[in-house]
């Protein structure tokens, strides 16, 4: 059999362009992959340059992995210098917490409130405005603490107002909508005849929701629970207005703390690149990142779960 | 008799939580609400009675009182133009690939974890990086372009998702119709499914700007947090005292905001704070409001019988 | 001998299931063939095969032949984008372009390097008369597509297809999402279109094959059962399992 292209005499003929279509698909795979090597090569890069920084504390200047991770005292420029973490890491832990404690049952409710109580004015009311809460620059949430629950909670509650109850009722606003839409996602996602079956068995819409709508969504509801949890673990900007940045475990919600981002935000400026104060800052980071990578593998396994 | 009593009870029960928990829900959801108002209007109370046409032009003052935001509304807007130039065509084609070329399989799954590690690294990282490799290793030092690069970081899984999604979700058909008029794939997505996509690329892409535009973590150490003496008549970009020379320092309006509050001098900080931030959220707003009706707006123009090319 | 276009012991795979079952099958000049039998045997799968739009769906691949002017079109090394330049395909649900229906039409020729602005006036007009639209569009071409009706919007995508001149039509249940007046008008089209090239059509209206067609294909779980002039096939079918479902679908 012979396998023969077009001749060219029939490519004439027909005024077909020979090799036109050739090159533009040549064109559009090299560009759509030199992006994707792109943002491989940057991912790449990323965890490179964090790692080595950060590992540099403790193989180039000797600092142990103990003291970092459990030492409780941060002086990195005493006359003895101490890099202590812990109160950094634990401070990140607790207003990250705390947070998801918070911003989860508001987010729920507004979930459910959105798609099983009233569809009409959740979707067209609700959704807008929690995607606008969103977008809502961090810096401005800061501003709010700082301006408006700072002084509440000094007035109200006792203290100074500033302290991990701030930095966690600022991050539990912040986190609010990605839990909320996430939530409200998974919620609207389920096939109609569920709820409908429930129903017609006589089961009010509480035991319905109760019973059958929410077991079968909660791995997407701890998904948005972590997603939110990842955020509020990475922010930055916020919690340093807030928090009061002294580098000590509180006994009390009502006291000064810090996170690793706050140290990191106000180090970074005033350490030289290089130094030991500053490769402990990377240190820092490197925790902040592989807290991501744990926090993406979670989702992940909720995902598998929600598949099943 | 008695199991029907039993039936009776229990069902009274039933609807007796069932009231109950609707009511708990709806008090929490409200709460959100008044949260979500009170929120906006404190912010926007705070800060419109400070905002005027020399607030929002004039330059920063360090110790007196009086400053505006002039030059960092300026370098904040100028900035977004800037990254967005370098983002999206690298988003394009990244959402392009995963959409319509990456063949399901091992590399397209490492592909989406890195976009989604990617989109999940805390933005204080990004900064880092930028001010490791783009600050000091390329040698930029604090510039609006390692700012714009920085923000690309940041801003390019979104805008892949974005563009990934939109390609997504143009109908199959049209894809087809393309291949059975003997068009390349690449003239398909480009002249068939690119207009197809465009009204939620635009939407997407509005408010992904609206992201870029408040973030302030990954621009304290690449943008850097001053901005030296602008002269607003010279507009070559070549020129260090021009405001378009991407090569010099510029502080935003969200670093501002974050400078003002955390080591502000002048008395009237506090006021300066209230009125960027308002003029930040009423950006946003805009933002929102523009992505919602250019989209719907370019939809209609797409899809209407009006006249079109 | 080969037929001018015909296939030959073509098959097709989805993974591990053979959808097509070595067909040979040609398709004479000046013909409308009409493919038919129930659901899920396979005569889309078979029409989609004929210009190669399987190559699309992952995990689907084909042996066999597909004869077209002496060239194998099933073969690896033949150019498919300029194989589909010269087979039209046209679908059960109208899919115009988001673009004007002048561009619509003008597209596919200017594609092929026809830039001449009066060149593509023409192919537009000469192809919407063909279609048997013009009189009803030729105000209104600047405006969008998806302005027209279902029934113009299906005569557009076939007029689409016949911009670019092919030498075979593929119609995919063309009529079926369409009202009754529509339909009329298409079948009207496409007897009036086999003048000029051959047709293969998918459907599953009987009293729509018997009207249109010359040649009747039945396909079932896969296999071609029968394949003769519609007249024939319509008439005194060779096996019952072909002359059962004729009837049926009458019934």
Redesign the interface.
Known sequence: MEHSKVTPREAQRRRLPLEKHRLEDWIGKIYTSVCVVFLIAVIVSIVYFVTSKGVATFAVNGVSLTEFFFGTHWAPDAAEPSFGALPAISGSFMVTLLAALIASPLSIAAALFMTEIVPTFGKRILQPAIELLSGIPSVVYGFIGLTLIVPFLRDHVGGQGIGVGAGALVLSIMILPTITSVAADALASLPRGLREASYALGATRWQTIYRVVLPTVLPALLTGIVLGMARAFGEALAVQMVIGNAPYIPTSLLESASTLTSVITLGMGNTAMGSIQNNALWSMALVLMLMTFVFILIIRLLERRNRV | MTTKTVNTKARTRARNADKIATVIIVALALSIVVILIGLLGFILFRGLGHISWDFLTSKPQTIREGGGIGPPLFNSLYLLVLTMIITIPLGLGGGIYMSEYAKPGKITGFIRLVVEVLSSFPSIVIGLFGLLVFVNTMGMGFSLLAGALALTIFNLPLMVRITEQAFASVPREQKEAGLALGLSKWKIITSIMLPVAIPSLVTGTILAAGRVFGEAAALLFTSGMTTPPLNFSDWNPLHPRSPLNPLRPAETLATHIWKVNSEGLAPDAIQIAAGASAVLVIMVLIFNLLARWGGRTLYRYMTASKRMN | MAMPFSTEDLSVYYGEYQAIKNISLGFPAKTVTALIGPSGCGKSTFLRSL?R?ND?I?GARSTG?IWM????LA?P???V?????????V?Q?P??????IY?NIA??PR????KNRKKLDEIVETSLRRAALWDEVKD?L???A??LSGGQQQRL?IA??LS??PQIL?LDEPASALDPVSTGKVEELISELKSDLRIVIVTHNMQQAARVSDYTAYFYLGNLVEHGETNKIFTNPEKNSTQEYIMGRFG
């Open positions: 210009n739009m699309e992952a032949h002017d002496g060239i194998d073969s090394s033949t150019d984008i300029k194989l589909r330049q010269r087979i039209g395909m679908w649900r899919n115009p372009f988001y673009k004007s561009e597209f596919g594609y092929y390097g026809i209104r600047k405006e969008s998806l302005s995508c689409r297809a670019v001149n593929l």
